[in-house]
Every structure is written in C-alpha cells, then in structure tokens.
Nanobody, 121 residues
Framework: QVQLVESGGGLVQPGGSLRLSCSASGFSAGDYAIGWFRQAPGKEREGVSCIATDRGTYYVDSVEGRFTISRDNVKNTVYLQMKSLKPEDTGVYYC???????????????WGQGTQVTVSS
C-alpha cells in the first residue's frame, strides 16, 4: 500500500523553527520527485519546495534561504527544515510524490494527509 505520512508540525512563535518529515511506505521515495505544499485557510494549495531524484532542490521565493529540503533514501523519508518562521507560513503542509519536480498539484500522484503548522505569538 502506497502511503505518505507527514509529521513534525505544531505551534511555534515567529522566528522559530520546525522540521517536517515525510515518511514513505509501499514504494521507494528515492525514485520520485517529492514536493512540499501548504494550504492556508481560504487559499489554494501552493508549492513550497521540491526535491528531484538527483537531489536537486527548488524553493519558492517566499521561503528561499529559510527552508531546506532534503531526502534520506535509506529511511525513505524527505525532510523540510523550516527556520525564521513567519505568521504567513501558517497552514497545513502536505508532501507529495510525482514523476518530476513541479509546482502543480496535478503532477503529483501520491499525497500525505498533511500536518498543521501554526506560527503565532
């Protein structure tokens, strides 16, 4: 059974840090591009960061320099290290697996259930 499970979300103050994990089962995540997306209340789901099978990394401008995506193929897990968090980073964070890196949700085949990140004082 193909499954992606996100973890590591929570409540953090502005300027704080969190590390999200995306654990894959039922397939080898190393064979897929993995994307992190987020969805704020009342807004569309948007791409945040993605990592290619060759470990090439991509970030949207709003998180460049603050977020770092990485993968551990032995653990079949992809991470999103988030630093200097801002209130506008609040949302449900999802990871997804697809055949290529993309900012479009339609290019991803498998999705996790999401983990809530709230940045607030």
């Amino acid at each position: 059974q193909v499954q992606l499970v996100e973890s590591g979300g929570g409540l953090v103050q502005p300027g704080g840090s969190l590390r999200l994990s995306c654990s894959a089962s039922g397939f080898s995540a190393g064979d897929y591009a993995i994307g992190w997306f987020r969805q704020a209340p009342g807004k569309e789901r948007e791409g945040v960061s993605c990592i290619a099978t060759d470990r090439g990394t991509y970030y949207v401008d709003s998180v460049e320099g603050r977020f770092t995506i990485s993968r551990d193929n032995v653990k079949n897990t992809v991470y999103l290290q988030m630093k200097s968090l801002k209130p506008e980073d609040t949302g449900v964070y999802y990871c997804a697996a697809g055949s290529r890196v993309s900012w479009s949700t339609r290019d991803y085949d498998y999705w996790g259930q999401g983990t809530q990140v709230t940045v607030s004082s």
